[in-house]
């Protein structure tokens, strides 16, 4: 077996979503001119609504106002997808990769499809199954998470959002993916263990041995010291 590419691995706590966009941009450049290896950043976001290429505003019931009343907010982004949730209780994960020589777009949403269901499996969620035409993660019928990515000068940024144990009262304010009949679920809510910390460990080590790279322990201070990015504000503690 060929040795492991190197990689590293990130897990920060609450970060606001427009900060860790902006960090993400600049990360893909660092990883264009191979000033980082592969990047795996796992994090929460505060309550928010994005709208990928191929969504509509209209796709959210609630006014900005209303959003905002809620401590939420919306952003229209660059990635494929449509209308999707992060929050509190929803374990984001950024895949800041490489395509170049041997990735295709299709392999790489296939493992991270692949990935959402390794984990829910590890977590005591039996039945689960993969979509990679929907790209996302199911078991009867409900939606555990979801894949969205972006591919710029052969690298890809956004991810992975996978449903710990997330309110699910915010999914029921939008269409969710253009896909207005498929409710969302949670690894709590279909009996398994959402505990922050396994969880992530089952991502890691799922994403590691799927895209063959070795994944090393780093602070967002010292990937972005590396990178030449600007950190962003401190993360709010989880509470």
């Not at 993660?137 to 940024?157: A, D, E, F, M």
């Not at 505990?195 to 799927?210: P, Q």
Request: hydrophobic fraction near 40%; glycine fraction near 10%; include cysteine.
């Amino acid at each position: 077996m060929p040795p492991l590419a190197p990689g590293l691995v990130v897990r920060t706590g609450r970060i606001d979503y427009a900060d860790a966009w902006r960090v993400q941009r600049d990360l893909a450049i660092a990883r264009a001119d191979e000033r980082i290896p592969d990047v795996v950043w796992l994090l929460e976001h505060p309550p928010v609504y994005t709208v990928g290429r191929h969504g509509t505003r209209a796709d959210l019931f609630l006014s900005d106002e209303q959003l905002a009343i809620m401590g939420a907010s919306v952003h229209s982004v660059d990635r494929g997808g449509q209308m999707t949730w992060h929050g509190p209780g929803q374990l984001t994960v950024y895949t800041i990769l490489n395509l170049r020589p041997h990735r295709r777009i299709r392999m790489v949403v296939g493992h991270l499809v692949g990935s959402m269901a390794d984990v829910c499996r590890a977590m005591g969620v039996d039945r689960v199954t993969a979509d990679n035409d929907t790209i996302g993660v199911y078991r009867g019928g409900r939606k555990l998470g979801s894949v969205g990515i972006r591919v710029r000068q052969g690298i890809t940024t956004h991810g992975i959002g996978l449903n710990r144990d997330p309110d699910l009262e915010w999914f029921t304010l939008m269409t969710a993916c253009g896909a207005p009949g498929v409710p969302a679920t949670s690894i709590l809510a279909e009996g398994g263990d959402p505990d922050r910390d396994r969880v992530e460990d089952a991502v890691v080590a799922s994403l590691s041995e799927r895209f063959a790279i070795a994944l090393e322990p780093c602070t967002l201070a010292e990937l972005c010291a590396r990178s030449g990015v600007a950190v962003p504000p401190t993360p709010a503690p989880i509470s």
